[in-house]
């Protein structure tokens, strides 16, 4: 209809009677003005002429109707559900209502309508159920693997519970059912171990030859606990005894000296007098008369006056003397010093950097499991961080207290130096990977953790045992 045209009555019924529409009252005048209708179906509502023009049609049959009040008051009454909400203005706006399960939430009607949702607590009941999986299966899934499920139907629960299961040599084991299936070998730990064995057991002949090739000799063999231990002769006339998985990761397959004088060979060798000025330039004093490498420690002098020791790649990247670095932070000084309220524990860990170094030094800076050399942590093998610090207050009887700042600067020092001190004779750690270090505790806890606890994770990830809970995406 052509714009600036004005309507008037008769054109405006024409328009809603060729569009099926009844109308019911005469109050109007204008093309805008709200027309009580009933459509072809019989629904009643107010339409304005220019709606019907734009095409759109009777809400009740195209089901987009404005609801009121009253109407989503009953429809949360009639899904067993409470509205506490007092007012409603549209089905995207959050309502506040009380769930059939108690629960109080919010959500929107259209989502409560259309999308069939409920409260978090009914959502995750919902899913659990879905993904439940039966007693029977489970039952017949461990009876396959030759097993026995002793947990009864009634004490079952779901998957992600434990149960109780006897192994095919008479072993019983707890876990889950989850656990259960992620398992490599679905026996209880001793099977597992002595399948991976048999899986991973190398002959001697095949051992012979990989050193043939490399012009290596076999010499003697043994296999023991998972390992294979040979005694082999290298070109050069020496003998030596390695663990054979380990020799096999060298980058040189030869024995220790021969690839040591290989990467000397590599590298240029300095004489002491020409790595003395190096330390003169920074007013260290040099005390080796010997250099061998740049990754061995050389004794020396700080420009403080502390007796010392670090290597020439330590040195030459702007590390400095230990002693130095803890007074220069130590109490306010210190990067987490915060006038006093730093935990005694955030404080000591950062005391703990050349230990770190030194652990990682002694395992070419790889984890002892994966290898690898990216995200690794420092695990305590001896005695855990947390009963160290405990030991050194109880030594120097001293209380635990929350903050730094509640010891005096003598207490303060003395912690200091009789927690290095301790820390030192547990002896270093061992590198391992973030997610391994956290699994490892997750298993074991993070308090009275022994070198026996860490050997038995050490062969449960050999094993496989953890494979699809690390590796899976």
């Not at 714009?3 to 008769?10: A, F, P, Q, S, V």
């Not at 008369?289 to 020791?309: M, P, Q, Y």
Request: net charge neutral; with cysteine; charged share 25%.
């Amino acid at each position: 209809m052509p714009i600036g045209i004005k309507l008037n009555r008769e054109d405006i019924i024409k328009v809603f009677l060729n569009e099926g529409y009844t109308i019911l009252s005469n109050d109007f005048s204008k093309s805008k003005d709200n027309i009580l209708v009933r459509c072809s179906n019989g629904h009643i509502n107010y339409k304005t002429h220019d709606s019907i023009i734009q095409g759109r049609g009777c809400p009740d049959c195209k089901g987009n109707k404005k609801y009121t009040y009253q109407f989503v008051y009953e429809y949360f009454k009639l899904h067993d559900c409470l509205l506490l909400s007092k007012e409603y203005n549209s089905c995207k706006d959050d309502l506040e209502y009380l769930c059939s399960c108690g629960n109080k939430s919010k959500i929107t009607f259209d989502n409560f309508k259309n999308a069939n949702e409920r409260c978090y607590v009914c959502r995750g009941l919902k899913i659990s159920l879905a993904k439940r999986i039966s007693y029977e299966e489970v039952y017949n899934r461990i009876s396959a693997d030759g097993n026995k499920l002793l947990t009864t139907k009634s004490d079952y629960i779901d998957a992600n519970n434990e149960i109780i299961i006897e192994c095919k040599c008479g072993n019983k084991f707890i876990t889950t059912f989850t656990r259960y299936k992620m398992r490599i070998y679905q026996t209880c730990v001793e099977c597992a171990h002595l399948l991976s064995i048999e899986t991973k057991k190398r002959s001697e002949e095949d051992i012979r030859d990989i050193l043939k090739s490399n012009n290596l000799k076999l010499i003697e063999y043994n296999y023991i606990n998972n390992e294979h231990i040979v005694t082999l002769e290298c070109f050069c006339g020496n003998t030596e005894t390695v663990n054979f998985n380990g020799f096999l990761n060298r980058i040189h397959k030869m024995c220790v000296q021969c690839s040591n004088e290989i990467r000397f060979e590599k590298g240029r060798q300095y004489s002491i007098e020409e790595i003395r000025p190096i330390f003169i330039k920074r007013d260290w004093v040099l005390l080796s008369d010997k250099f061998i490498s740049v990754d061995h420690n050389l004794e020396c002098i700080c420009d403080k006056g502390h007796i010392t020791s670090t290597t020439l790649w330590r040195f030459s990247i702007g590390n400095g003397c230990r002693e130095c670095f803890i007074e220069r932070n130590r109490l306010e000084n210190h990067w987490h010093w915060k006038g006093g309220i730093t935990d005694l524990k955030a404080y000591l860990r950062e005391q703990l950097k050349e230990w770190k170094i030194k652990s990682l030094e002694q395992n070419n800076y790889k984890c002892i499991l994966s290898n690898t050399n990216v995200n690794l942590h420092i695990h305590h093998l001896y005695k855990s961080f947390s009963e160290i610090v405990y030991k050194v207050l109880e030594i120097l009887n001293l209380t635990t207290r929350s903050n730094i700042g509640d010891y005096s600067l003598e207490e303060l020092n003395d912690i200091t130096s009789m927690f290095l001190k301790l820390h030192d004779e547990y002896g270093l750690g061992v590198p391992i990977e973030s997610n391994l270090h956290h699994l490892f505790h997750s298993l074991y806890g993070k308090t009275n953790n022994t070198k026996e606890q860490f050997e038995e994770f050490v062969k449960r990830y050999d094993i496989g045992e953890f494979n699809k809970v690390l590796y899976t995406d």
